[in-house]
Antibody, heavy 130, light 110 residues
Framework: EVKLVESGGGLVQPGRSLRLSCMAS????????MSWFRQAPGKGLEWVGL??????????EYAASVKGRFTISRDDSKNIAYLQMNSLKTEDTAVYYC?????????????????????WGKGTTVTVSS | QSVLTQPPSVSAAPGQKVAISCSGS????????VSWYQQFAGTAPKLLIY???KRPSGIPDRFSASKSGTSATLGITGLLTGDESDYYC???????????FGGGTRLTVL
């Protein structure tokens, strides 16, 4: 069974740090891009960032709202993706999801990007409050 | 403020059909593939449509989607009360180098 399980959420004070984990099973983890998302209470989905596999030098992309504060990494030997969150703000309060990202590109005159998330974890809740 | 624009809510009676629109620009929908997600309250999103109009295995053919220019549309026919959920469109934005979503549309089956 293809599965993703997030962990590491909790209550943290503003300005502090937290590291989330996303454990994968049922597929060859290293072959896939992994993305992180979040959903604030009562709000829509927000992409946080992604990390590509070794074939693409584990390059990363981040949303402007978290760039410089959040870092995504991966350990393919353990099938885990991480989201290190520093300098947390109250507005970072959300359910955080990891997902398998089926990133691909086609060149038909212009570059056409394809990103769709076909496997999602159940999420872990992060509450930033004093 | 979401990069993609969806109506906040739509409603229809059981058995009827509904269309949910998703509007963007040339840097996102206009030149990249669109996907759609279904999210029931308190649960993780689920992939409904990928590559503009393809359904993953297990998704009934009551769900369909299309893309034209800088807009996309999700259609649901033969509505069931169990279809009541939030629906999100998503794509890559080449200018932002980011995955972007619409604000979500809540479907009510009256």
């Amino acid at each position: 069974e293809v599965k993703l399980v997030e962990s590491g959420g909790g209550l943290v004070q503003p300005g502090r740090s937290l590291r989330l984990s996303c454990m994968a099973s049922g597929f060859t983890f290293g072959d896939y891009v992994m993305s992180w998302f979040r959903q604030a209470p009562g709000k829509g989905l927000e992409w946080v960032g992604l990390i590509r596999g070794k074939s693409y030098a584990e390059t990363k992309e981040y949303a402007a709202s978290v760039k410089g504060r959040f870092t995504i990494s991966r350990d393919d030997s353990k099938n885990i993706a991480y989201l290190q969150m520093n300098s947390l703000k109250t507005e970072d309060t959300a359910v955080y999801y990891c997902a398998r990202d089926q990133e691909s590109y086609a060149i038909v005159g212009v570059v056409i990007a394809d990103h769709y998330m076909d496997v999602w974890g159940k999420g872990t809740t992060v509450t930033v409050s004093s | 403020q979401s990069v993609l624009t969806q109506p906040p809510s739509v409603s229809a009676a059981p058995g009827q059909k509904v269309a949910i629109s998703c509007s963007g620009s040339s840097s996102n929908i206009g030149n990249n593939y669109v996907s759609w997600y279904q999210q029931f309250a308190g649960t993780a999103p689920k992939l409904l449509i990928y590559d503009n109009d393809k359904r993953p295995s297990g998704i009934p053919d009551r769900f369909s989607a299309s893309k034209s220019g800088t807009s996309a549309t999700l259609g649901i026919t033969g509505l069931l009360t169990g279809d009541e959920s939030d629906y999100y469109c998503g794509t890559w934005d080449s200018s932002l180098s980011a995955v972007v979503f619409g604000g979500g549309t809540r479907l009510t089956v009256l």
